[in-house]
């Protein structure tokens, strides 16, 4: 289950190892870390301090430089290492001891206390005033700043530039990968990854921890960022990053929903890493700019809905090459081998209609609009995709077996059987297709004669109740339900069973037929029930 974090955003900052390199200041590492391990560790100010506790007025990443002078001629190793740990828990880089001042050199108990605690310590020579380590080190992350600004107006130009090519969302995102030096990703509203760069990535984000992270931010409706931890593996990032990403124990990604004004299409998907302004910068364009892709794959649903309609007539009159070559260039592969035929009941919700048409660039389904709702065609490798998606939304469709692309007609007969059951059933969800749904025999009989032949026979029932407002037809067929039994179908209809008797005479003298004999019966309950009743 993902896990919600807040998203990491870091200030202009250079290493320590940067500064220790600035030759002409005479810096000298004493104990904590080796020169290696200083490239690595970020330095956002430089402050001098004389205090014993100068913690209240220090931020994270923060060089100390001090000469000493708060301690007493023996600094004992218990309050070295007190010192050190304020300082660590302040979050500080590392600690500047200045010379030649209060101390001739850096205390024996507080070099112990840094290189035990893992605390950089570097000496400071008495030529080196603390006012030009700061000013080099505001000059070396202005510079930095200066860079990175530089960097991120290349790559906002690049990727802009990506996104206006034919395909625009694939291009965008591989820039958008090659610029921050990590994969990229987007996805639908389904959580399903539509586009990933490298490659490679989308074998590992296609997993449910991560479609459900996606799910859930999606149905909040409202813009959002966070990072989810998740417990399946995730892409490493590319070689050769721009920014150093943070070591962790658990994979992160961070997630960014795509769209506005209360129709969310999809998510940004990115490695969480620390990041600067100037990446924070670049992801919000790569962000507007996979909206303005997205909103424009919806703005041709309805030149393509014709179209998938058109394709859809075609499979059902068999010309099956000829439909294959008219998508060929528009739409993703046509389903094959086994398939089976869902019929949606009529869409009233947005967030429907946006995922179906997220399902709708899978290969091997083909979506198409019908009266009243919709017609997927789908591979059995998508049918379970496709009744999640149902169940998540609590629509009413009919699945159909499963057969060939020939046996289309059939099956969309049977998907539509199954779309009536389901319509009519107490809960929602998708209803599947068996030749017990149609009433065996009685299907058979479902002809316009035959209909004709039921609204003959029962003409002067319905005459009847329509002159006097009564319940003559309705009574009838709940007593042949019951099997002519007067109590229950009385108690079903919460009237008396003498009313109920006296209606079953009026309905055979009406019909004037003999409601004892069987053949009778048999043939007023087909004629109600091609009439849909009871």
């Given at each position: 289950?993902?896990?919600?974090?807040?998203v990491a955003v870091v200030?202009?900052?250079?290493?320590?190892?940067?500064?220790?390199?600035?030759?002409?200041?005479?810096?000298?590492?004493?104990?904590?870390?080796?020169?290696?391990?200083?490239?690595?560790?970020?330095?956002?100010?430089?402050?001098?301090?004389?205090?014993?506790?100068?913690?209240?007025?220090?931020?994270?990443?923060?060089?100390?430089?001090?000469?000493?002078?708060?301690?007493?001629?023996?600094?004992?190793?218990?309050?070295?290492?007190?010192?050190?740990?304020?300082?660590?828990?302040?979050?500080?880089?590392?600690?500047?001891?200045?010379?030649?001042?209060?101390?001739?050199?850096?205390?024996?108990?507080?070099?112990?206390?840094?290189?035990?605690?893992?605390?950089?310590?570097?000496?400071?020579?008495?030529?080196?005033?603390?006012?030009?380590?700061?000013?080099?080190?505001?000059?070396?992350?202005?510079?930095?700043?200066?860079?990175?600004?530089?960097?991120?107006?290349?790559?906002?130009?690049?990727?802009?530039?990506?996104?206006?090519?034919?395909?625009?969302?694939?291009?965008?995102?591989?820039?958008?990968?090659?610029?921050?030096?990590?994969?990229?990703?987007?996805?639908?509203?389904?959580?399903?990854?539509?586009?990933?760069?490298?490659?490679?990535?989308?074998?590992?984000?296609?997993?449910?921890?991560?479609?459900?992270?996606?799910?859930?931010?999606?149905?909040?409706?409202?813009?959002?960022?966070?990072?989810?931890?998740?417990?399946?593996?995730?892409?490493?990032?590319?070689?050769?990053?721009?920014?150093?990403?943070?070591?962790?124990?658990?994979?992160?990604?961070?997630?960014?929903?795509?769209?506005?004004?209360?129709?969310?299409?999809?998510?940004?998907?990115?490695?969480?890493?620390?990041?600067?302004?100037?990446?924070?910068?670049?992801?919000?364009?790569?962000?507007?700019?996979?909206?303005?892709?997205?909103?424009?794959?919806?703005?041709?649903?309805?030149?393509?809905?014709?179209?998938?309609?058109?394709?859809?007539?075609?499979?059902?009159?068999?010309?099956?090459?000829?439909?294959?070559?008219?998508?060929a260039d528009a739409l993703?592969?046509?389903?094959?081998?086994?398939?089976?035929?869902?019929?949606?009941?009529?869409?009233?919700?947005?967030?429907?209609?946006?995922?179906?048409?997220?399902?709708?660039?899978?290969?091997?389904?083909?979506?198409?609009?019908?009266?009243?709702?919709?017609?997927?065609?789908?591979?059995?490798?998508?049918?379970?995709?496709?009744?999640?998606?149902?169940?998540?939304?609590?629509?009413?469709?009919?699945?159909?077996?499963?057969?060939?692309l020939s046996d289309l007609?059939?099956?969309?007969?049977?998907?539509?059987?199954?779309?009536?059951?389901?319509?009519?059933?107490?809960?929602?969800?998708?209803?599947?297709?068996?030749?017990?749904?149609?009433?065996?025999?009685?299907?058979?009989?479902?002809?316009?004669?035959?209909?004709?032949?039921?609204?003959?026979?029962?003409?002067?029932?319905?005459?009847?109740?329509?002159?006097?407002?009564?319940?003559?037809?309705?009574?009838?067929?709940?007593?042949?339900?019951?099997?002519?039994?007067?109590?229950?179908?009385?108690?079903?209809?919460?009237?008396?069973?003498?009313?109920?008797?006296?209606?079953?005479?009026?309905?055979?003298?009406?019909?004037?037929?003999?409601?004892?004999?069987?053949?009778?019966?048999?043939?007023?309950?087909?004629?109600?029930?091609?009439?849909?009743?009871?």
């Amino acid at each position: 289950m993902a896990r919600s974090l807040p998203v990491a955003v870091v200030q202009p900052s250079i290493t320590l190892g940067t500064l220790l390199h600035q030759y002409p200041l005479g810096l000298v590492m004493i104990a904590g870390v080796d020169g290696t391990a200083a490239d690595g560790l970020p330095v956002q100010w430089v402050h001098g301090s004389e205090m014993l506790d100068p913690t209240p007025f220090l931020t994270p990443r923060t060089v100390l430089l001090t000469t000493g002078s708060q301690f007493a001629e023996a600094l004992a190793e218990p309050d070295a290492l007190a010192y050190v740990r304020r300082l660590q828990r302040a979050g500080a880089t590392a600690l500047g001891f200045g010379v030649g001042i209060a101390w001739a050199r850096i205390p024996p108990s507080l070099v112990t206390a840094c290189e035990r605690l893992g605390l950089p310590l570097f000496r400071v020579p008495y030529a080196t005033p603390f006012i030009a380590i700061s000013q080099t080190a505001a000059q070396l992350i202005g510079a930095n700043t200066r860079a990175r600004d530089a960097w991120a107006f290349e790559a906002q130009r690049a990727v802009a530039n990506a996104a206006a090519q034919r395909d625009g969302l694939a291009s965008l995102v591989r820039e958008a990968a090659n610029r921050l030096g990590r994969w990229v990703a987007v996805a639908d509203r389904t959580g399903r990854i539509i586009e990933s760069a490298p490659r490679t990535a989308r074998r590992d984000l296609e997993s449910e921890s991560v479609r459900h992270a996606v799910r859930a931010l999606i149905e909040r409706g409202t813009r959002a960022s966070r990072v989810a931890t998740l417990p399946a593996p995730l892409p490493a990032p590319l070689p050769e990053a721009d920014q150093p990403t943070a070591a962790s124990a658990e994979p992160a990604i961070e997630l960014q929903t795509l769209g506005g004004g209360g129709r969310l299409l999809g998510a940004l998907l990115t490695p969480a890493t620390l990041q600067d302004q100037a990446e924070r910068t670049l992801l919000g364009l790569i962000a507007a700019l996979a909206t303005v892709q997205l909103g424009h794959r919806a703005g041709q649903e309805q030149s393509e809905r014709a179209l998938r309609g058109s394709i859809l007539q075609l499979l059902l009159r068999g010309e099956h090459e000829l439909a294959e070559r008219v998508a060929a260039d528009a739409l993703p592969r046509l389903p094959r081998g086994r398939v089976s035929v869902v019929r949606l009941s009529e869409i009233t919700e947005d967030s429907l209609v946006d995922d179906l048409r997220s399902l709708a660039a899978r290969p091997g389904l083909l979506t198409a609009p019908s009266p009243g709702g919709a017609v997927l065609v789908c591979e059995s490798s998508q049918i379970d995709a496709v009744r999640r998606l149902i169940t998540e939304h609590a629509g009413r469709a009919g699945v159909s077996e499963r057969g060939t692309l020939s046996d289309l007609p059939r099956l969309l007969e049977q998907a539509d059987t199954a779309l009536e059951r389901a319509r009519s059933a107490e809960s929602p969800g998708p209803v599947t297709y068996s030749p017990a749904l149609h009433g065996g025999v009685l299907r058979l009989l479902d002809t316009a004669e035959a209909r004709r032949q039921a609204e003959s026979l029962l003409a002067p029932v319905r005459g009847h109740d329509e002159r006097h407002g009564d319940a003559i037809e309705r009574s009838l067929a709940v007593w042949l339900a019951h099997h002519g039994q007067t109590s229950p179908a009385a108690a079903e209809l919460e009237v008396h069973r003498h009313t109920l008797r006296s209606r079953v005479q009026t309905a055979a003298a009406l019909l004037q037929l003999d409601l004892d004999d069987p053949d009778a019966r048999a043939e007023l309950w087909a004629a109600l029930r091609l009439l849909r009743q009871p």
